[in-house]
Every structure is written in structure tokens, then in C-alpha cells.
Nanobody, 126 residues
Framework: QLQLVESGGGLVQPGGSLRLSCAAS????????IGWFRQAPGKEREGLSCISSRGGTTNYADSVKGRFTIARDNAKKTLYLQMDNLEPEDTAVYYC???????????????????WGQGTQVTVSS
């Protein structure tokens, strides 16, 4: 079974940047589409960005478009989320998720993903 482990979270001031990583174990990511999600206390888990298995398609939620960038390195079995110009409203636990699929599509709906990491906390505060 595919296992995912997020890292890179932490405390950052408003306007700062963080890069999250999502590393896969046991299997390569070549045939998996990947999504990044977050969940703040008392809120639903929100889809932020996704990337197709070969990287040809990316999607972003309006809330992060222009500030967050998703990327993948299949050779390293790692996915990234570069987060710039962070705001206090970005405070949440961030998750990566994967689902098998070789078509050049990806989705922001959590129901489309079968494998999830344990999450990493991001706190944006001065």
C-alpha cells in the first residue's frame, strides 16, 4: 500500500514562505495523481492543489492561486507545495493524498483520493 509522509510545516510570519514535501514509500509515484489539502480547526478539509501523474496538469483552489505552487519529482518519489505570501488564514494541518491514475487530469475533491499522509502543521502568526 502506498504510504505518504509530509514534512516542512512550522511557524512562519505573515508574508513568509514554506515548502512542504510529501514523500512516498513502498511504491513510486509515477502512476499516481497527487493532491494537497488542508484542514483548519472546525472546518472541512479543503482541496488546495493537485497535479496529474506525469505533471502535465495542475489545478489550484482560488484561495491559493498565485501564492502556492505544486510540483513533483517522480524520480525522488516526492511531491512539493511551495507556499508564498502566507496569511494567518492559511493556518491548518496540511495533507498530501494520492490516487492511481495515468490520465492527465487531477481533482481537488477529497473523495477522489485513496491514500493520505498523516499531515503537517502550518501556523502563520506574528
Amino acid at each position: 500500500q502506498l504510504q505518504l509522509v509530509e514534512s516542512g510545516g512550522g511557524l512562519v510570519q505573515p508574508g513568509g514562505s514554506l515548502r512542504l514535501s510529501c514523500a512516498a514509500s513502498r511504491f513510486t509515484l509515477d502512476n499516481y495523481r497527487i493532491g494537497w489539502f488542508r484542514q483548519a480547526p472546525g472546518k472541512e478539509r479543503e482541496g488546495l492543489s493537485c497535479i496529474s501523474s506525469r505533471g502535465g496538469t495542475t489545478n489550484y483552489a482560488d484561495s491559493v492561486k498565485g501564492r502556492f505552487t505544486i510540483a513533483r519529482d517522480n524520480a525522488k518519489k516526492t511531491l512539493y507545495l511551495q507556499m508564498d505570501n502566507l496569511e494567518p488564514e492559511d493556518t491548518a494541518v496540511y495533507y498530501c493524498a494520492a490516487s492511481f491514475g495515468i490520465r492527465s487530469v487531477c481533482y481537488l475533491a477529497r473523495s477522489e483520493y485513496d491514500y493520505w499522509g498523516q499531515g503537517t502543521q502550518v501556523t502563520v502568526s506574528s
